[in-house]
Structures are given as structure tokens and as C-alpha cells.
């Protein structure tokens, strides 16, 4: 997970070991849902919620997943929403190195990590090669 301000700057990242899940799509609808609860408490502005995962922004965007085996995290995804604007955005997964590499972290050392206004050193380079400024006007 990855919050940044409109201008690029980091605001910070962090992985958590998710210990059980059942597919890459549950896995994924985990991280936006902790990544946005994180951008609740560090930020007031409109979050833009980037993925390279079409199916994960769609529990995002509507009802469908309600019945699904996912609709209990589509159901807490809905509560952080009533506090915030969130903004599901597609990126392509070339433009999402770094969470990508943050997710092998995750896995390689089995444990969760935030760093505050600075990233781990290991996606310095990726961090300013995989900014994805958007504009909200």
C-alpha cells in the first residue's frame, strides 16, 4: 500500500502479512480495504484508489459482490466510504511496481510494516518511476 499527495510526495507505505486467503483476488480486495482505512487516518483529502485489479475496484464501485464470497469485505469496504471520497482508478500493473514489491516483502518475511513520510529503501528507485499523479477537478 502506497498513499501519496496530488504532487507525488509519499505519505506512506506499508505491508501486512495477510496469513490466510483463498485467491490473489481476496488478497487484493484486503489491501485496498486496510490501504484505505490507513489513507483515512493520514490524509482528509479525496482518495484515489489505484489497482491493476479490474475485479477488486469493482467491489468498490457497485453491489454486484454483494452475494459473493467476497461480500462481507465489500460490506466493510462500503462503511470506510461513508467518511471519504474514494476514487477507484485502473492502472496498469507496470505502474504498480511498488506495491507489487511491497506484497513480496509481505511474503518473503511474513510480518506487516508502515513507514511514516519515507519508504523503504529497498523501492526507492521504483517509488518516483511508478508515480501515478492523477487530478481531481
Avoid at 498513499?3 to 510526495?9: A, C, F, K, V
Avoid at 505491508?15 to 483463498?22: A, G, K, T, V
Avoid at 483476488?25 to 486496510?34: D, F, G, R, S
Wanted: proline content about 3%.
Amino acid at each position: 500500500m502506497v498513499l501519496q499527495r496530488e504532487n507525488g510526495l509519499l505519505i506512506f507505505a506499508a505491508y501486512r502479512y495477510i496469513f490466510n486467503y483463498n485467491d490473489a483476488l481476496e488478497a487484493e480486495i484486503h489491501a485496498l480495504m486496510q490501504g484505505m482505512a490507513l489513507a483515512l487516518q493520514h490524509s482528509d483529502m479525496p482518495v484515489i484508489v489505484q489497482s491493476d485489479s479490474s475485479n477488486a475496484l469493482a467491489i468498490i464501485e457497485g453491489d454486484a459482490w454483494a452475494r459473493s464470497a467476497y461480500g462481507h469485505l465489500a460490506e466493510e469496504i462500503k462503511t470506510l466510504m461513508v467518511d471519504r471520497e474514494f476514487i477507484p482508478l485502473k492502472i496498469s500493473r507496470d505502474h504498480n511496481r511498488v506495491a507489487h514489491l511491497l506484497v513480496h516483502y509481505s511474503r518473503t518475511n511474513a510480518c506487516t510494516a508502515v513507514w511514516l513520510n519515507s519508504s523503504p529503501s529497498f523501492c526507492d528507485d521504483l517509488l518516483s518511476r511508478d508515480c501515478n499523479p492523477t487530478c481531481l477537478e
